[in-house]
């Protein structure tokens, strides 16, 4: 028997039998759609090994390193590291400069630790110890 997407929505709003007393009428999300949406995309460009490898590469330099440089430290063609490095490039996590023929990048630890504080409040309701949001 197939159930058509009306009466799934309808049971999915229904309390079922003998819940009544531990479950909540009615839960609204406290992270909007634009917001959650904001996250997650930063969030997607961390959801990759390589790139977390690289993000870690870069965080442990002072000065911003060459991609020649990037690509050595990993089995990875240039391509493949490029394509990460523009991942993380466009989520606002990393930094490219070019000097003549190669670009340097350096992470962005303001942005990251955006991205921390933007977690800590909005997904997990956390506030400073101020008592303001972070």
Same mark, same amino acid.
């Given at each position: 028997? /197939?159930?058509?997407?009306?009466?799934?929505?309808?049971?999915?709003?229904?309390?079922?039998?003998?819940?009544?007393?531990?479950? /909540?009428?009615?839960?609204?999300?406290?992270?909007?759609?634009?917001?959650?949406?904001?996250?997650?995309?930063?969030?997607?460009?961390?959801?990759?090994?390589?790139?977390?490898?690289?993000?870690?590469?870069?965080?442990?330099?002072?000065?911003?390193?060459?991609?020649?440089?990037?690509?050595?430290?990993?089995?990875?063609?240039?391509?493949?590291?490029?394509?990460?490095?523009?991942?993380?490039?466009?989520?606002?996590?990393?930094?490219?400069?070019? /000097?003549?023929?190669?670009?340097?990048?350096?992470?962005?630890?303001?942005?990251?630790?955006?991205?921390?504080?933007?977690? /800590?409040?909005?997904?997990?309701?956390?506030?400073?110890?101020?008592?303001?949001?972070?």
């Amino acid at each position: 028997m /197939r159930t058509g997407s009306r009466e799934i929505h309808k049971m999915a709003s229904e309390v079922p039998a003998g819940c009544e007393s531990c479950c /909540r009428p009615q839960l609204v999300p406290g992270l909007g759609e634009r917001q959650a949406v904001r996250i997650a995309d930063q969030l997607k460009a961390l959801a990759d090994p390589t790139r977390l490898r690289i993000l870690r590469l870069l965080a442990q330099e002072e000065e911003p390193v060459c991609v020649c440089d990037i690509v050595a430290a990993f089995p990875l063609g240039q391509p493949t590291i490029s394509h990460h490095l523009r991942i993380l490039r466009e989520s606002g996590l990393v930094d490219g400069q070019k /000097r003549g023929l190669w670009v340097h990048y350096r992470v962005k630890r303001d942005r990251c630790a955006e991205l921390e504080d933007l977690v /800590r409040s909005e997904v997990f309701g956390e506030k400073r110890p101020d008592g303001k949001e972070f």
